[in-house]
């Protein structure tokens, strides 16, 4: 059962990575295309509405963030488990109802709530857009349930296999309806179909594959007052965390206007799949945090190393990204975007290399929620939300796009760089001091490929295609070779080896 398990982690994450690579080509294809069929103004409109409604989220209250903790204490009494799946499912449908009134609302009232620096065409598209996005943020919130449950139960291929089915349909479809001349209303109608598709294969596989139940008989309100303080400081969690990726867009579209706020999503979208492909590693391992913490008398020891060894992954890949795009961005931005998204270069950079710290430690994350330590988080980066929002808001008068980009770095590093790190030594319990000294040597091997990415940089400063991939290449096997042989400890490299070789080799 053990090695199963192992297994499943094990090809959960490299499915993960073969889901970025194939998400990765995608989008060098998909969002060129978008971009010259939707102009700047129907981009920045629809990038707009999708952040707006993404703030529709936080009526989860958190609960979403709950369920693999309560699995882990019911998960050998099939009853208590069932009533929990029931519960979860309930108050899970009942706020999908509370999400279609409260978007309706918001698309009615577009025009108040976007401000005066989007036009009279701009406004009713807007409108149109998050009627649409409301249906479909609602139709996410039963399917989130669904997909917790095949969380718990580590059923990583299975899902990991799903989202690269995803990966693949997703784009090919909207590339033929805005071919088809359906523009931004197509690509949301795209979003909408495929979510229903979602939730149609999550409930075969919960209920055929692991035949889960559900008991509706009444709702268990002592669980969900439980669950309810458990969750309420991951709800406020999230609320910073979409004032800090989100609330650019919404200031840049009343400060400045819809061709701001396209420049400014070209670099969140790079920065938001960044953001997603660091992350696979500590999504894989979170059922497993909770089950130490289960398990385990003292799980301090055992959480510690396990901090250290997926943020050592973690932080292989982000520092790749992080190099090459500040090797290599300005090309990219130019062949990707085109001229007039050239800006975009410095807003992913102020996005992504602060964003590296937290991270690293994402897995930190899920070992609060584990140990129920999660409060003082969400109470101080409450507050430097706020420092966020007021400083993006000074800085935007000043400098425009970047200004909201630097205004959350800022934020970020504050917040990430210092004071987080206190709260995990001093609160939670776990050796900060050793896990950045196991980064140091990650960090600083990685600035030998950019002393050569730069040089390869002089040599060749044509743009073009061919000559960016050629370069690409080249800075990836140098960065990959520097890290193998003079960063990686032994158990990195049999790990690597094991995967090349297709051997039983790495196991947690």
Not at 181 to 192: A, H, Q, R, Y
Not at 208 to 232: P, Q, T, V, W, Y
Not at 270 to 283: K, L
Request: aromatic share 12%.
């Amino acid at each position: 059962m053990i090695s199963d398990l192992n297994k499943q982690r094990r090809l959960g994450v490299m499915l993960g990575y073969v889901n970025f690579a194939v998400g990765m080509a995608t989008q060098l294809l998909y969002v060129p295309i978008m971009l010259s069929n939707l102009g700047q103004s129907e981009y920045g409109v629809y990038q707009l509405v999708a952040s707006l409604i993404s703030y529709l989220s936080l009526l989860n209250f958190g609960f979403g963030g709950a369920y693999l903790r309560f699995y882990a204490r019911c998960k050998d009494n099939s009853e208590e488990e069932a009533k929990l799946n029931g519960t979860f499912l309930s108050v899970f449908l009942i706020l999908a109802i509370a999400v279609f009134i409260i978007g309706t609302i918001i698309s009615v009232n577009a025009q108040v709530i976007l401000g005066d620096q989007l036009t009279t065409n701009e406004i009713a598209l807007s409108k149109t857009l998050l009627f649409i996005l409301t249906i479909n943020m609602a139709l996410t919130f039963p399917i989130s349930v669904l997909s917790s449950i095949i969380s718990s139960r580590e059923a990583f291929v299975f899902q990991k296999i799903f989202d690269l089915f995803r990966n693949i349909v997703s784009p090919f479809l909207m590339i033929i309806v805005l071919f088809m001349g359906k523009g931004s209303i197509g690509l949301v109608f795209v979003t909408t179909a495929l979510t229903i598709v979602s939730g149609i294969v999550n409930l075969w596989y919960v209920r055929i594959k692991i035949k889960a139940r559900f008991l509706f008989r009444r709702l268990n309100i002592r669980l969900i007052k439980e669950i309810g303080a458990f969750s309420f400081f991951i709800f406020l969690n999230s609320i910073i965390d979409q004032a800090n990726w989100n609330v650019d867009k919404y200031l840049l579209g009343r400060m400045v206007g819809s061709t701001a706020i396209a420049v400014y999503s070209v670099g969140a979208q790079i920065n938001s799949v960044y953001i997603q492909v660091s992350d696979m590693t500590a999504s894989v391992m979170a059922t497993k945090v909770n089950l130490i913490v289960a398990d385990e008398r003292n799980p301090l020891p055992e959480l510690n190393i396990l901090f250290r060894k997926v943020g050592r992954i973690q932080a292989y890949v982000i520092l790749a990204v992080i190099s090459g795009f500040y090797v290599l961005g300005k090309d990219f931005i130019l062949l990707w975007a085109g001229v007039d998204y050239q800006e975009a270069y410095y807003v992913t950079l102020l996005l992504i290399v602060p964003a590296a710290i937290p991270l690293m430690q994402s897995l930190g994350v899920d070992i609060q929620r584990a140990l129920n330590k999660h409060q003082i988080r969400s109470v101080v980066y409450a507050g430097l939300s706020i420092v966020n929002i007021v400083i993006s808001i000074f800085l935007i008068k000043k400098m425009g796009t970047s200004g909201a980009a630097l205004g959350t770095a800022i934020s970020l590093l504050i917040g990430n760089g210092l004071v987080m790190n206190i709260i995990y030594k001093r609160y939670i319990g776990l050796d900060v001091g050793r896990f950045w000294k196991t980064m140091m040597p990650i960090i600083f091997v990685s600035l030998v490929p950019v002393l050569f990415g730069k040089a390869i940089n002089t040599l060749f400063s044509n743009t073009s295609w061919p000559i960016f991939v050629a370069k690409g290449v080249v800075f990836l096997v140098i960065y990959f070779a520097s890290e193998y042989y003079m960063a990686m400890n032994h158990e990195e490299r049999r790990m690597i080896s094991s995967m090349l070789h297709s051997k039983n080799g790495y196991s947690r």
